[in-house]
T-cell receptor
Framework: AQKVTQAQTEISVVEKEDVTLDCVYE???????LFWYKQPPSGELVFLIR??????QNEISGRYSWNFQKSTSSFNFTITASQVVDSAVYFC????????????FGQGTTLQVKP | DAGVTQSPTHLIKTRGQQVTLRCSPK?????VSWYQQALGQGPQFIFQ???????QRGNFPDRFSGHQFPNYSSELNVNALLLGDSALYLC??????????????FGDGTRLSIL
């Protein structure tokens, strides 16, 4: 069975602090894909990143960075120098082998960035 | 370039009724997936349509059905509505690919309330 666990339900930080959102996944597939999505209050899920299981290089995009560690089945997301606009619910998701792209989502982490 | 559009935005129904939700995919996308998101939870995969056929289905009863039209737009139908069907229904579109699941682009969702 495939499963995604985001143990942090809510995180509150003060603007300019760094924050890391944890994601742990379970799958028996050897080929799989991991995603992060952001859901602001408007409801639309915004795609942030896709990573396949063969690419363990960490990735940085502006203030965002992702740490993929296959050995611990984790795909953590760090926001550096957080801003109030980063406040949202963040979802980690898993898609197994095959091209259908069915996403298995975690429960989400609500991030509140206070000014 | 229009993104994924869903209609209606909000809908109120009573138990036992039937509902149809509509989705137009992002321009150039040929695959449509539907998700149900209960309050405070991650989205749950309902099914996916590609080339006007249901390609994969999640763990939802037959009361949930769908359709994809030649222009790639899609409908989600739910019969015999239950109180537990109250949720945000998200439509996502993507481009079919042989190089793994592509990022899905989500609409703003339809908020369905059952009284």
């Amino acid at each position: 069975a495939q499963k995604v666990t985001q143990a942090q339900t809510e995180i509150s930080v003060v603007e300019k602090e760094d924050v890391t959102l944890d994601c742990v996944y379970e799958t028996r597939d050897t080929t799989y894909y991991l995603f992060w999505y952001k859901q602001p209050p408007s409801g639309e899920l915004v795609f942030l990143i896709r990573r396949n299981s063969f690419d363990e290089q960490n990735e940085i995009s502006g203030r965002y960075s992702w740490n993929f560690q296959k050995s611990t089945s984790s795909f953590n997301f760090t926001i550096t120098a957080s801003q109030v606009v980063d406040s949202a619910v963040y979802f980690c998701a898993l898609s197994g082998s095959g091209n259908t792209g069915k996403l298995i989502f975690g429960q989400g982490t609500t991030l509140q960035v206070k000014p | 370039d229009a993104g994924v559009t869903q209609s209606p935005t909000h809908l109120i129904k009573t138990r036992g009724q039937q509902v149809t939700l509509r989705c137009s995919p992002k321009s150039g996308h040929d695959t449509v997936s539907w998700y149900q998101q209960a309050l405070g939870q991650g989205p749950q995969f309902i099914f996916q349509y590609y080339e006007e056929e249901e390609r994969q289905r999640g763990n939802f009863p037959d009361r949930f059905s769908g359709h994809q039209f030649p222009n790639y737009s899609s409908e989600l139908n739910v019969n015999a509505l239950l109180l537990g069907d109250s949720a945000l229904y998200l439509c996502a579109s993507s481009l079919g690919s042989n190089s793994g699941p592509q990022p899905q682009h989500f609409g703003d969702g339809t908020r369905l309330s059952i009284l």
